[in-house]
T-cell receptor, first 111, second 116 residues
């Protein structure tokens, strides 16, 4: 069955530090993968998506993610975190007409 | 361009009451989706409209939930009667293209429903 796992429920980093949020998926075919972010009081905003081609995809707000088929992973990275990045991050896989989400990772940023 | 809007932002009701949530998609988007996140769990798909037709309602939990999209514009999701386990955040999303798994879905801010 299709599923997405985000192993880290909560991550805390210092401002300026690098960030990696983990995402593993289970999907029988070529996955279509997404990362969304939800800031307080806001809707889910698409950060980036992977459909095919280059396995390193660039997104908005300085984020990038790397698709690794051998590891069934699609980890999100940012080289230097800003306080405004504090939010909840969701990884998702597209399946037929729907998105299947992970449980989310809440990011806290300390000054 | 206005994004997906949802009303109300919060709703607190008692068990057994009825609540209706509304979603206005991005103008021109034929596809409209409802999702729900129960506390601490993942965001789960409820159903998908293409224009006014229900394309996929496989995620609807039971017959206490009724979704409509008259005229293919805004959508409502009614819960009647509400139970405690219906508490959560209800998200609406819309997309422009085919409604398939490569579509970018644009999400609203959600409606937080609390059933007491």
């Amino acid at each position: 069955a299709q599923s997405v796992t985000q192993p880290d429920i909560h991550i805390t980093v210092s401002e300026g530090a690098s960030l990696e949020l983990r995402c593993n998926y289970s999907y029988g075919a070529t996955p279509y993968l997404f990362w969304y972010v939800q800031s307080p009081g806001q809707g889910l905003q698409l950060l980036l998506k992977y459909f095919s081609g280059d396995t390193l995809v660039q997104g908005i707000k300085g984020f990038e993610a790397e698709f690794k088929r051998s590891q069934s992973s699609f980890n999100l990275r940012k080289p230097s975190v800003h306080w405004s990045d504090a939010a909840e991050y969701f990884c998702a896989v597209g399946y037929t007409d729907k998105l299947i989400f992970g449980t989310g990772t809440r990011l806290q940023v300390f000054p | 361009e206005a994004g997906v809007t949802q009303f109300p932002s919060h709703s607190v009701i008692e068990k057994g009451q009825t609540v209706t949530l509304r979603c206005d998609p991005i103008s021109g988007h034929d596809n409209l989706y409802w999702y729900r996140r129960v506390m601490g769990k993942e965001i789960k798909f409820l159903l998908h409209f293409v224009k006014e037709s229900k394309q996929d309602e496989s995620g609807m939990p039971n017959n206490r939930f009724l979704a409509e999209r008259t005229g293919g514009t805004y959508s409502t999701l009614k819960v009647q009667p509400a139970e405690l386990e219906d508490s959560g955040v209800y998200f609406c999303a819309s997309s422009q293209n085919s409604g398939g798994n490569t579509d970018t879905q644009y999400f609203g801010p959600g409606t937080r429903l609390t059933v007491l």
